[in-house]
């Protein structure tokens, strides 16, 4: 069983960034989007117009900023690598709860669509809630060019 990391999140946070699984070196390095092929900091940090060299605690303080919030549809799980395909005995986190503790958190964005599809798997679809899924951007996902990819997650700007 590999365990997930805790969310982060600030008190004011209003969009929720639900990935389903940190990879192995995400895990590793105790940090979301920790490997260096994926262009989850790379786009945030163009979309949020900051400098994409910040260290990891600074990206976090950026995305608090801009009341944005991380975390994962899965708390634990058995997985032989890093692919989602590969996942199996899910535990899932309390997504749910999460959502009433902050009361301004009113859009989950879907880092990927297995990340929607495991959540709706098992989680109630609100009304009160705007849900997103983005395309995955993670270096298996090579389907869709950057800057296709960058656009689509440019969408969540309306909700922060």
């Given at each position: 069983?590999?365990?997930?990391?805790?969310?982060?999140?600030?008190?004011?946070?209003?969009?929720?960034?639900?990935?389903?699984?940190?990879?192995?070196?995400?895990?590793?390095?105790?940090?979301?989007?920790?490997?260096?092929?994926?262009?989850?900091?790379?786009?945030?940090?163009?979309?949020?117009?900051?400098?994409?060299?910040?260290?990891?605690?600074?990206?976090?303080?950026?995305?608090?900023?801009?009341?944005?919030?991380?975390?994962?549809?899965?708390?634990?799980c058995?997985?032989?690598?890093?692919?989602?395909?590969?996942?199996?005995?899910?535990?899932?986190?309390?997504?749910?709860?999460?959502l009433?503790?902050?009361?301004?958190?009113k859009?989950?964005?879907?880092?990927?669509?297995?990340?929607?599809?495991?959540?709706?798997?098992?989680?109630?679809?609100s009304?009160?809630?705007t849900?997103?899924?983005?395309?995955?951007?993670?270096?298996?996902?090579?389907?869709?060019?950057?800057?296709?990819?960058?656009?689509k997650?440019?969408?969540?700007?309306?909700?922060?």
């Amino acid at each position: 069983m590999i365990h997930g990391l805790p969310p982060i999140i600030a008190s004011d946070a209003k969009v929720l960034i639900l990935g389903t699984m940190p990879s192995e070196i995400s895990l590793s390095e105790v940090a979301y989007y920790g490997n260096k092929q994926n262009k989850f900091w790379q786009i945030m940090s163009e979309i949020l117009e900051t400098d994409p060299e910040l260290g990891y605690q600074d990206r976090l303080l950026v995305l608090k900023k801009h009341h944005i919030g991380l975390w994962d549809v899965i708390k634990s799980c058995e997985r032989k690598g890093s692919l989602d395909t590969s996942i199996s005995n899910i535990l899932y986190n309390d997504i749910p709860a999460l959502l009433r503790q902050y009361k301004e958190l009113k859009t989950v964005v879907f880092s990927s669509a297995n990340a929607s599809k495991l959540y709706f798997k098992k989680m109630e679809h609100s009304s009160e809630i705007t849900y997103l899924t983005m395309p995955s951007t993670s270096g298996v996902y090579a389907r869709m060019p950057y800057q296709e990819k960058k656009a689509k997650w440019s969408e969540i700007k309306k909700y922060i």
